[in-house]
């Protein structure tokens, strides 16, 4: 498949209006401003297009369910930060292509009658931001966005809002919260954000590519968008390889790319001299698959129905020279410190299965432990307000439901047998 | 006085709390330029909704002192209409704002998976012992400080290193870091290289 999104990224000018001007730049937009934004809401639902942030909820129906008879202002957010372990392709798109990502705000908030897309950006993202508001003044002076768009009387204000290093912030109602001025801690739903979220006002939250996606669809027409992938999970994807592999990085494909063709074909393959363990498919929030489980499309449904999630389609690859409790650990200290403290299991459970797995990779743990992980985890998952909870717990799941022999080695042995040419002399102390 | 009659009262003992008071800090007014930057800032967002630039506000703080101070947060609360506390409340949950006074430079490690991986934990150890440091402290000179950060979103160059929050430094090695450093003590600023763009089709 040609790239869609990602064509243009490796041109050096690819991220100016001049340039996105020359490559049917803001087409997509001059067609959906002639269109009702009934119509243009009914073709996106009628693409499948499905969100790209992570749960693969269809995006024209969030933007149905936005309340249409209100006298509240309606918003647009587009979530910007990518902070789950693994993702790096919003920040591509950004960076390279940041026009595509303000047409997309833009169709969104004229199919949804709102007059302002806030574009929440994770604060560590200073550079890409910088390109972001250069080429976005551009944009206001040449009428694209503001007053009157295009001459049709239609006006929208873009405004890019920094946030300041919040993984959390990355969940739709926390964000809402992180935009109001407040801590990122997630809300109680319902009401859903299409009902009450910025300012308690209709809100459509939605993440960078799937945004980008629209402006295609609008242009090019649902058949040309639904003959891109397999039922149900149309459209160009956004691959993201990391980890052990020879060429990581951001690789465009449709879903019926399977996982092993993305690892071995696009990103080259496991590094030489070593071979497969363990791969997180979806951002390392979801459940990892074994190498035999590979042969699958890189789609919604298909990774779901092999047990795990496409996520945020972060592949991270992990070759035999990664102890499984150590990953755990790595992971479990992301969460702990992530944990934004509103729910019990999760900021408390973080805590204790942190400690847990650190005992077991030094070696002093006992077998209890690998039972007591099992426990806490299951009592961390589906008891949060949102979906982090489940994610703290899933690493350390999957890892002693895959790996349980390596838990129990380092319990015999009294330390890790997996020899490694990258883990550090000492274990890095965290010291936040 | 105690509530028990077999334990005497010792709060040091009973009540750890590893929350730290904020650093009073001298006086604190921002600058004109800055002063004029967060206004044009509160003009994005709905007049009774200036909580919303709360973020922006601190970071200015943090452009002005280096660190937030207890002073530097009243001024933003008196600015933003908010309390002292509710501005406290935001500054100490994100971990782009320094708390405490750090060095000049703030070198952040990558620590999570994908970095990791690529063996972050080594220029870690690297950085500590090129600064003669821990993770978590500032150099006796008040140039460096090491910290671990979670995921930069820029696994496809593991591992980076960030420093002060906007200069991402990739591909990063004991080696590269080891010349990071001794650049940062020749030239200064003029070291920080950015965020150099690679991209794979």
């Given at each position: 498949?040609?790239?869609?999104?990602?064509?243009?990224?490796?041109?050096?000018?690819?991220?100016?209006?001049?340039?996105?001007?020359?490559?049917?730049?803001?087409?997509?937009?001059?067609?959906?401003?002639?269109?009702?934004?009934?119509?243009?809401?009914?073709?996106?639902?009628?693409?499948?297009?499905?969100?790209?942030?992570?749960?693969?909820?269809?995006?024209?129906?969030?933007?149905?369910?936005?309340?249409?008879?209100?006298?509240?202002?309606?918003?647009?957010?587009?979530?910007?930060?990518?902070?789950?372990?693994?993702?790096?392709?919003?920040?591509?798109?950004?960076?390279?292509?940041?026009?595509?990502?303000?047409?997309?705000?833009?169709?969104?908030?004229?199919?949804?009658?709102?007059?302002?897309?806030?574009?929440?950006?994770?604060?560590?993202?200073?550079?890409?931001?910088?390109?972001?508001?250069?080429?976005?003044?551009?944009?206001?002076?040449?009428?694209?966005?503001?007053?009157?768009?295009?001459?049709?009387?239609?006006?929208?204000?873009?405004?890019?809002?920094?946030?300041?290093?919040?993984?959390?912030?990355?969940?739709?109602?926390?964000?809402?919260?992180?935009?109001?001025?407040?801590?990122?801690?997630?809300?109680?739903?319902?009401?859903?954000?299409?009902?009450?979220?910025?300012?308690?006002?209709?809100?459509?939250?939605?993440?960078?590519?799937?945004?980008?996606?629209?402006?295609?669809?609008?242009?090019?027409?649902?058949?040309?968008?639904?003959?891109?992938?397999?039922?149900?999970?149309?459209?160009?994807?956004?691959?993201?390889?990391?980890?052990?592999?020879?060429?990581?990085?951001?690789?465009?494909?449709?879903?019926?790319?399977?996982?092993?063709?993305?690892?071995?074909?696009?990103?080259?393959?496991?590094?030489?001299?070593?071979?497969?363990?363990?791969?997180?498919?979806?951002?390392?929030?979801?459940?990892?698959?074994?190498?035999?489980?590979?042969?699958?499309?890189?789609?919604?449904?298909?990774?779901?129905?092999?047990?795990?999630?496409?996520?945020?389609?972060?592949?991270?690859?992990?070759?035999?020279?990664?102890?499984?409790?150590?990953?755990?650990?790595?992971?479990?200290?992301?969460?702990?410190?992530?944990?934004?403290?509103?729910?019990?299991?999760?900021?408390?459970?973080?805590?204790?299965?942190?400690?847990?797995?650190?005992?077991?990779?030094?070696?002093?743990?006992?077998?209890?432990?690998?039972?007591?992980?099992?426990?806490?985890?299951g009592n961390i998952a589906g008891k949060t307000l949102c979906p982090f909870g489940d994610a703290a717990a899933a690493p350390a799941l999957t890892t002693v439901k895959n790996f349980r022999s390596e838990f129990e080695d380092h319990v015999r042995e009294g330390r890790c047998t997996v020899p490694s040419d990258w883990r550090g002399w000492r274990v890095a102390a965290g010291a936040h | 006085m105690s509530f028990h009659p077999l334990m005497e009262y010792d709060p040091g003992r009973f009540h750890h709390s590893e929350r730290k008071i904020a650093d009073e800090g001298a006086p604190f007014v921002f600058t004109p330029e800055r002063r004029a930057k967060l206004d044009e800032i509160l003009t994005e967002y709905p007049p009774e909704r200036k909580r919303s630039a709360v973020l922006a506000a601190l970071y200015l703080v943090q452009e002005q002192e280096g660190y937030l101070t207890a002073n530097g947060m009243r001024h933003v609360a008196g600015i933003l209409d908010l309390t002292p506390a509710e501005v406290e409340d935001v500054a100490t949950y994100y971990v782009m704002f320094f708390k405490e006074k750090v060095g000049k430079y703030v070198l952040q490690v990558c620590r999570t998976l994908s970095c990791a991986l690529n063996g972050a934990e080594r220029v870690t150890e690297s950085l500590s012992e090129k600064l003669g440091i821990k993770v978590g402290e500032t150099d006796p000179s008040g140039m460096f400080t090491l910290l671990e950060f979670e995921c930069l979103g820029a696994c496809d160059r593991a591992p980076v290193v960030m420093v002060n929050n906007e200069h991402w430094h990739e591909h990063a090695t004991p080696e590269s870091c080891s010349k990071l450093i001794d650049d940062i003590k020749a030239k200064g600023e003029a070291a920080l290289s950015g965020c150099h763009l690679k991209v794979e089709k």
């Open positions: 498949m040609d790239p869609v999104l990602t064509r243009y990224v490796r041109e050096p000018n690819g991220h100016t209006l001049d340039f996105f001007l020359q490559h049917q730049g803001y087409e997509g937009l001059k067609k959906a401003l002639a269109m009702k934004p009934g119509d243009v809401i009914e073709m996106v639902k009628a693409s499948g297009l499905r969100g790209r942030g992570g749960a693969g909820f269809p995006t024209g129906l969030k933007w149905q369910f936005v309340l249409k008879d209100t006298p509240l202002p309606k918003y647009i957010a587009c979530n910007a930060d990518e902070s789950e372990p693994g993702t790096f392709k919003d920040h591509v798109l950004m960076e390279r292509n940041p026009h595509l990502v303000f047409e997309g705000c833009l169709i969104g908030c004229w199919a949804i009658g709102a007059k302002v897309a806030y574009i929440y950006i994770r604060g560590e993202f200073y550079h890409v931001q910088k390109v972001l508001e250069a080429e976005l003044a551009k944009a206001y002076d040449k009428g694209y966005v503001g007053k009157n768009i295009l001459g049709t009387g239609f006006d929208c204000d873009i405004v890019i809002h920094r946030g300041a290093g919040a993984y959390e912030a990355g969940e739709e109602t926390a964000l809402i919260e992180s935009f109001e001025g407040k801590r990122a801690q997630p809300r109680i739903k319902p009401p859903f954000p299409a009902v009450s979220g910025i300012y308690n006002c209709p809100t459509a939250v939605n993440n960078v590519e799937t945004l980008c996606n629209v402006p295609g669809i609008v242009l090019n027409g649902v058949e040309w968008y639904t003959s891109l992938g397999p039922d149900k999970n149309f459209g160009p994807k956004l691959y993201c390889v990391s980890g052990h592999v020879k060429k990581p990085g951001v690789y465009e494909a449709t879903m019926k790319t399977t996982l092993r063709e993305l690892i071995f074909d696009y990103a080259g393959g496991v590094r030489d001299g070593h071979r497969l363990k363990a791969v997180i498919p979806g951002g390392s929030s979801v459940p990892m698959l074994l190498p035999d489980q590979l042969d699958i499309p890189a789609s919604f449904d298909d990774v779901a129905k092999a047990g795990s999630m496409l996520g945020s389609a972060a592949i991270i690859v992990m070759d035999e020279t990664t102890c499984m409790v150590w990953v755990a650990k790595n992971l479990m200290y992301f969460y702990r410190h992530e944990s934004c403290g509103k729910c019990t299991p999760c900021r408390e459970g973080g805590d204790w299965l942190y400690k847990i797995l650190t005992r077991l990779e030094n070696g002093e743990g006992s077998m209890r432990d690998i039972d007591l992980i099992a426990s806490v985890a | -």
